[in-house]
């Protein structure tokens, strides 16, 4: 019998309207357009404001646009799975959430915290309920509400991070497209340097981890700079490797969008050219689970089938990845 892969066979995202620029970051924190723009690439983020919306709003808008353009109806959907950090509440999943919002009655789903990774983490975890043959629909949604844990008193970590989310449709393949290779790793040691203090089990939520600014987002940025740049370009390289593809065999690179210079790194160590690489940092910043299916859909129209695309990531956890992924439509 011939193998069965899954493919991604829709993508759709979804980004709040209101735009935060630098200069208006400018007038926030003692920061200017041009040291954001030559060290992180970033021009401008989109932020979701409005009283009671959360990442499940987000993941909602690109869901319903996803079943809309892939004519799918909700009762359709077997599973789906979210990619979050910042989950509408600690329980239960915002994938719940989001199926309850549009309508998705048929399917079990859960959230898969990966940080940057997560969309990553989700296709893989994705994958392997449609190549056992049982699943046929499955969602994977990537949303941050990043604004929602970001101190926006705090100039390094600030002017970094977006709100949005994407979402993608994979389906069952006998074709030689599809998600061909994954290499997915973690390194626990890493969280010292990126994690958010206090609002878990270890230190739950009170009046002095909130004087204390413990409900945001904390980075060391240089430490994880050297990680993100070594990590993401080595596994790029090995998935690269292990299946014999060079640059010219590469349609695009899709890399998780922290900081331009990181992804330069991992373009340069790939052997591949500017054109090559889908890069949208400038207008939305670091968008955590956002990142990778905000890249593709903008890039889709471009995608042909047959394509060859490497995915990578590196997040919080620490956690790293890189996909393989034959474009099938
Ligand atoms: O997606 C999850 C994984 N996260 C990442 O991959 C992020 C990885 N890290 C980075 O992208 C970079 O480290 C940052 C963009 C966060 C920072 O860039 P950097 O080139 O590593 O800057 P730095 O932290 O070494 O700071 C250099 C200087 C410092 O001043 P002094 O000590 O040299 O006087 C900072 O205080 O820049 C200062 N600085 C700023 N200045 C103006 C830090 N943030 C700002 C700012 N505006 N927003």
Known sequence: MAKIRAK?????????????????LESMVETSDEWIVSRTGIHERHILKGEGLGTSDMGAEAVRGLLKKTGTK???????????????MLFPATA???????????????DINAACSGLLYSLVTASKFIESGTYKKVIVVGAD????????????????FGDAAGAILLEPTTEEVGIMDSILQTDGSGRVHLHMKAGGSVKPSS???IDAKEHFIY???????????????????????RNKLSSHDIAYLVPHQANLRIIEATARRMGVEKEQVMINIERYGNTTSGTIPLCLWEWENKLKKGDNIIIAAFGGGFTWGSIWVKWAY
């Open 96 to 110: 719940n959430i989001i199926s309850d919002k549009v309508g998705i009655k048929n399917a079990f789903s859960f």
């Open 74 to 88: 909700p009762e359709e959907i077997e599973l789906m799975i979210c990619a979050t950090v910042t989950p509408d």
């Open 219 to 241: 980075q060391e940025g240089q430490p994880v700079f050297k990680f993100a740049v070594t990590k993401m370009a080595d596994v790029a390289a090995e998935i690269m490797e």
């Open 145 to 160: 509400k990043m604004s929602s844990i970001t101190d926006y008193t705090n100039r390094e970590t600030c002017v970094l």
């Open 207 to 209: 009046h002095e981890t």
């Open 8 to 24: 991604i066979s829709g993508i759709h995202a979804w980004v709040p309207p209101y735009i935060l620029t630098n200069k208006e």
